[in-house]
């Protein structure tokens, strides 16, 4: 995993478990990796992973079942959903829209590209 300069390595870990646990990679009531395992995967410090798992738990994304490990809540989903929600548009929408505004860009504009991108990457062929 490359990590970014912009955001803590142990939130950027923290997005690496939600999109596993929205691709289905690690479905809810199953064991996730352990702290150590994850470290290990992806070249981090036991004590970051750690980090990460206690912010994890916190939004009731993960549990620990002692003795057994952690594993995604039955809700995760739709926490990880509604975390990543309110992040977009507290933190990175206002930021858009300051580019949009700085670039002159109309929504007209950015609603056509909106449908382009929906069209080549979202949509199923029979």
Partial sequence: MEFKDKQSIYLQIADYICEQILLGKWPPGERIPSVRDLGGMLEVNPNTVMR????????????????????????????????????FLESELPEFFKTLYLLNVSMNDLQQRYELFVADNYTTTP
């Fill in 52 to 87: 990460t798992f206690d912010f994890l738990q916190n939004k009731e994304i993960i549990f620990n079942k002692r003795g057994i490990g952690y594993s995604a809540d039955d809700k995760a989903h739709e926490r990880i959903l509604a975390y990543r929600k309110e992040r």
